[in-house]
């Protein structure tokens, strides 16, 4: 509608929208994809062309796009839609005093607040060791899933990486997800003044986000991949093979943000493996996956648009059973009727049968107990 449409006028979002604009052919590749696309029943390069004459846009188009970058790889000319829908969230911020202009990302903005707050945030040294050599970085949705889990991880690593500490603090990432370029770089600040003062060169991140986002904006920083670092140190011997009599077959959803990293998603499988459970592969897997519906913070403005989401990414798993590596997108699958565990469960829990049910979805007052609990160790 007219009346909520916002300007946008800045040099760098026009020259991203014109370059979309001109060198989209409109194959609708991208769109057989994109649920947002094939929601607003529109070609990418119409929609950009539109723009261009306008210079008006609903904010409920470009903050409905998951910025998983799918659209990049279907793409023949290798276009990344998200990244102008991205481009244009960082334009409407600023218009609006450097928040989002939609009320549905009050959430995010409680939750961002939360996460840096001194309730939430601890540094957890390895009591046994002189100096702390390196980090472990849970990341928020981990901590709010299942504190054993990360103590039993933080645990293991301590055993086979004497110094390692970890740190309980958030990245940032739903910050700079709807465009709050300049408050993501004071929260970063924060994540990267505690680095440093760690003196430690490398981190290893349970999070794919965290991933993504310390290694784009801390290059120095050497960021590794609990998956790889798992294939690294192997699996507990515990663990070896506790999965070969199971009845359970898998499916595994790789996560949107490391589409790219091949090295982490042959690690998820070379755990699997070791473990001894069959797994499925479905066609939307590794660098093709499909967003579990979480990416870019839709949910909180577009819940209707996030159910087709997570359908579609659910719609051609075979398995009743799906394992994921990002506990964000465990609660997603859950939402599309599929027995969902994290990795880590198959990891440090028993045997996973048919006859066990996968934990469900919590209440978010439990979520952030569950992360109090992190930061008070227990």
């Known amino acids: 509608m007219e009346k909520n449409k916002i300007s946008i006028d800045k040099q760098k ?7 979309l604009s ?39 188009i ?51 607040k939360l996460s840096f707050s001194s309730l939430f945030n601890k540094v957890i040294k390895d009591e046994k060791a002189e100096k702390v050599t390196r980090i472990f970085m849970p990341g928020c949705s981990l901590c709010s899933y299942s504190p054993e889990l990360v103590f039993k991880t933080f ?23 709807i465009g709050e370029g300049e408050l993501f770089k004071n929260r970063y600040e924060k994540l990267q003044r505690t680095i440093e003062e760690l003196n430690v060169e490398e981190i290893i991140t349970a999070c794919q ?9 801390s290059p120095k920083l050497k960021v590794k991949s609990l998956w790889t670092v798992f294939k690294e140190l192997g699996i507990p011997e515990s663990s070896r093979n506790i999965g070969k009599d199971s009845d359970i077959v898998f ?57 087709k989401v997570v359908n579609k990414a659910v ?36 045997r996973w049968t048919s006859i066990k049910k996968s934990l469900q979805s919590t209440s978010l007052m439990k979520n952030w107990s569950n992360r109090y609990k992190v930061k008070m160790g227990k």
């Open 13 to 19: 979002t026009m020259e991203t929208i014109r370059n």
């Open 22 to 60: 001109e060198e989209c052919i409109n194959c609708g590749k991208c769109k057989r994809e994109c649920s947002l696309l094939s929601g607003f029943s529109v070609k990418p390069g119409e929609l950009f062309k539109n723009l261009l004459e306008d210079r008006k846009i609903d904010p409920l």
């Open 62 to 112: 470009p903050y409905s796009c998951n910025t998983c970058s799918l659209c990049l790889k279907v793409c023949p000319k290798n276009l990344n839609i998200g990244d102008a829908f991205l481009e244009i969230r960082k334009e409407l911020a600023e218009k609006n005093g450097g928040t989002s202009p939609l009320k549905g990302h009050n959430s995010v903005h409680l939750h961002q």
């Open 155 to 177: 645990e293991y690593l301590k055993e086979k990486l004497p110094g390692t500490a970890m740190v309980i603090k958030c990245c940032g990432k739903p910050t700079a997800a």
């Open 209 to 217: 986000s965290c991933f993504v986002t310390i290694s784009e904006n």
């Open 251 to 307: 499916a595994i959803h790789d996560s949107c943000p490391t589409r790219d990293e091949k090295e982490l998603q042959d690690s998820v499988r070379w755990i699997i493996d070791q473990l001894g459970y069959k797994v499925e592969e479905s066609e939307h897997s590794k660098e093709k996956t499909r967003c579990c519906g979480n990416g870019g913070m839709v949910f909180t403005v577009n819940r209707e648009l996030t159910s």
């Open 315 to 350: 719609e051609e798993v075979k398995s009743d059973y799906i394992v994921t590596y990002c506990a964000s997108c465990r609660e997603s699958m859950l939402k599309g009727n599929k027995n969902t565990l994290h990795i880590l469960n198959l990891i440090f829990d028993e």
